[in-house]
């Protein structure tokens, strides 16, 4: 028997731990120190100790498994029968060894390579350390012991497990010869896993026995021991180990199968850090991934040896691994928490009838664990009423924008200085695009999931941060589950995800978190840390803004309230100020596109002029938005009743701005605001979310009225809970039924897959319909304008051949081009012109479509008389073609149109010859393609950073119909292109710079 008693910088506690290799019963004993590269005396002292010849100094340090092959490499470790590798901070107790060479060879128990100790705390051996450990499916470490749990005699009985600890591990020579020395590489860090996995691997059976008893310090781990992880945390180096052991242990049919498992889950976890913005724990993942990326040669070569010397199934092997990738102690601790319950409950209730005993039970666990039995109910609920969900195609319909099929299409959008949707022009892309650009990398660099993740993030989101903020505001669970499950079921909600509305669901889950950190900023108690608390309050603000802008008048009324209620108002003010600066700083780029045109950004046409409705929070048609949506106004009026206490005044504060929000979303609806305060959906949300709140704190208050005496509030209490619950219940059954706006290719109207597909190369349509605060019919999205003429009164919008499109996320049409579309229309309805589609050609219009019924007689008589609008068959939508159409992108012939002047008036356009241009090509960075030579027109927004490169030269652009661009073309090939890139380069360099700024500021520490 030969002791390997690895020592670094313990001289602290070597003296101990050589006293009790000093005091052991078997014999004959001998021990070998390996001293790695100690600097504090333990060389010296161990020389003292063991003589010079039984200590092995390195002089670099080389970690447990480095210590060990050099130990080997002496003929006393390759002779002896047994070693044992022991740490300087472990002592073992008298009869350890003895009894560890005793389990090694338990009668009826063949090969047993490998024998660890049970392993209890230095300063209190009651409490219990190790007991061997095991991993999931993924080599991921999993100890059945829980934190501080005492040694109750529970794990007294040999037991054969995945591996032990290298703090104490007897190895047979038979073992050492067939797999080899540890793995150097992993240092000190888990090379105990793969070590055990390989000699399970070759057959041999590794062993705890409670017999042998061993105190462990765990020096490195408590900062008793000074270390070089360089910051690593034990997860960076347990995700290493654990993606090294699987490649180099695992047969290869294994390996295929888990591999692709492993990958899912692991952008899983990643996507997660990232999300609660632990980026140090994201940074060391990703870092464990390269560490193996890089040593995947050595990994393989090592592979090579293991499998060489397989005896037994990774089969054989599984049974000593966990089920699954979770940490399990903590659902059982859960677990076991419950059933101990439910046996108390069960005692208590001996005798009682069934259905007595099942009440409650059933009411008991609920009041215990609320969140609990609302996840469960709320995964069962998305499960079923989110069905459509679950295929691999995007979604279509309702207001649902188009997702680009790649991550690339966002990323595209967001870097080009120049607009590619709508009129083009110079309009930056939101910051919300580098979001979700991210967030379709993550998911495999897929559209159609990024999509779905929005659509169902957005309200699972709203829940969570609703119960969070109730949470912390109440102190009541079971308070802030109510007022949460409310939130996430109101009509607006549920609506928003019917119409497939990304910006207004990423408001349902920004205004909770918006409305809770107001309230802090305005409390009593100060922000712990006001830098932090500044900077997070912008980032919520910029990434609502940059989805939904309508959260800006949001935002206002939320600071009038809290200036009119709050207790702070000077340092609340203050804070709101610094977060609104520090939101506007993250959005930059695009602060001039939200205050063009009056704030059209901000605007929104959608809602009913309906008191009545927008009391139950409904905008429009969808599942949820009947009699039964008046819960949450009922339950919020009740909840607002019994209120008292400490939660009176926040109630209160809640109560004025769901009202305010309820009548300001009515004056949007009937066009009684300015342009930029005007917008019902998002007023809508923000008055769902107070409602809510205001229920959670009612509920908070009367949880226990019932020891009162019998009056007013515990009638209240009682309709409170009648109401709450029936209107949760029945607009969950709503919710899973369906029939949601949103779905496959049968959401949009048949004549529109017609229109796609009789038609080519890059057009506009123009979508018309009566102004009655509804969408225009899919694809079309929202309309982006109003044009007043009494009763014919249209809504309007210009997209593109596949409808309106995410790129597009908080930024309007405006402009020259916008303007002219508008006189157009104008002309149009007015019945001033019969030329329409001339009026429309220079704008690319190739299609007129409204659906079936929308337009007014009259309009509908105006469209008809047009000359070159041709009315065509369809089913559901009225689609006029455009005769006079030019391309977005042409060349004109020489002559054909007198190199396209500014026009002096509409007559121009409408006076222009019959063109025939030869379209160009629209690629990355603009257009391209050959012609005689001519005039190439280009239907997008002037901008003098426009240049044709043609010929050999370079042509600045020349204005055209008064807001597009031509240039003289030379004959032959022609390239369009935008010059001034730079500037976008540079706003987007700086922008991201603010944005990892914030992002680091407000980061959650690392769970070292």
Known sequence: MLVV???????????????????????????????????????????????????????????????VRAALELSAAREADYLLVLHDDTALDPDAIARLVEAANLEGVERVGVVGPKVVDWDNPR???????????????????QDG?????????????????????????????????PDERFASHHEDLDFCWRARLAGFRVLMTPLARARHMAATSRGRRRTEREG?????????????????????????????????????????????????????????????????????????????TRAVSDRSIRRFMESAGVRLPRWFDTASRILAEQRELEEEDAGEPVRRRLRHQGASFVRAHPVIVATFFGVVIAAVGFRGLFSPDLLVGGALPTFPAHPDGFFRELLSGVRTTGFGGTSPASPALGVLGGLSTLLFSSGALSQKAVLVGGGALGATFSYRALARQTGSPFAAVAGAGAYALSAVVLWAYSEGRVGLLVAVAVVPVLMDRLEVAFSADPPSNRTRFVVGLGLIIAVGVAFEPGLVPVSALLLVVQLVGGRRRGRGLGLAASGVAVGAALLFPILPGLAAGGGRALWSSIGPADMTRLARFVLGPAPGGALSAWFLPIAAVLALGVVRGSHRARANRHAMVGVAAVFLAWASAAGWLPMALSNAPAYTVLGACAAASVVGHGVASVLGVRSEAFGFRQMGAGALAVVLAGGIALQAMIAMVGGWAIGGPEKTPPAWAVVRSASGGDYRVLWLGADDGARLPAPAGDPQGILQNGESSLRYAVTGPSGATVLDLARASTGPADAELRTAVGEIVTGA?????????????????????????DVRARLDEQIDLDVQQASGLTIYSNARVLPVAGEIPVGGAAGLPPPASLVDEMQLPLLAPQELAHVTGGWEGMGPGGVVFVSSQYDPGWRLDGGGSSVQPRRAFGWAMSFDAPAGEVRVRYRNQWVRSLEITVLAALWAAALWVTRKPSAR
């Open 5 to 67: 008693l690895i020592v670094r910088d313990g001289a602290a506690w070597l003296r101990e731990c050589l006293q009790a290799l000093a005091a052991q019963t078997y014999r004959p004993l001998a021990v070998l120190a390996v001293d790695d590269a100690s600097t504090d005396g333990s060389g010296e002292l161990l020389e003292q100790a063991l003589g010079s010849k039984r200590v092995l100094g390195l002089t670099e340090p080389q970690g447990i498994a480095g210590s």
């Open 127 to 145: 409490i219990l350390r190790e007991v061997g450990r095991s991993t999931d499916r993924f080599g991921h470490p999993y100890t059945p012991l």
């Open 149 to 181: 749990e005492l040694d109750q005699g529970q794990f007294d009985r040999v037991l054969e497990v995945l591996f032990v600890s290298s703090i104490a591990m007897l190895v047979s020579q038979e073992c050492l010869k067939r797999i080899g020395p």
């Open 232 to 308: 690593r945390s034990e997860r960076y180096f347990g995700d290493r180990a654990a993606l090294a052991s699987m490649l180099k242990n695992y047969g290869l049919r294994s390996l295929l199968l888990l591999l692709p498992l492993y990958g899912v889950l692991g952008v899983g976890r990643l996507l997660w850090l990232l999300l609660s913005r632990r980026f140090e724990d994201a940074v060391e993942l990703l870092e464990a991934w390269g560490w193996n990326a890089l040593h995947l040669r050595g990994t393989l070569a090592r592979r090579i040896s293991a499998q060489k």
């Open 833 to 857: 012109t019969r030329h329409g589609g001339a009026l429309l050609a220079p704008l690319g219009v190739r299609y007129v479509v409204a659906a079936g019924g929308d337009l007014s007689p």
